[in-house]
């Protein structure tokens, strides 16, 4: 008999199998539409994230500039 065949899906559990917990929810309802406020502060947001440069780590070892 083929080893893989023993693992079928149909077999039963050593175990039952426990209740799924109550917060857990197969079709979420859909989420709610934003406000006007809310986009006009996101899209501020990203924009914002998007101009402003990004802090450069420092650096922990020699570029090749510094090297020579």
Known sequence: MNSARQYDDHQALAYPEPPPHPMWHRYDPRPRQLTPEEQQ??????????????PRSP???????EAS
């Open 41 to 54: 502060r996101h899209t501020e947001d990203l924009l914002r994230a998007l101009h402003t440069p990004r």
């Open 59 to 65: 650096r922990t070892h020699q570029t090749l500039a």
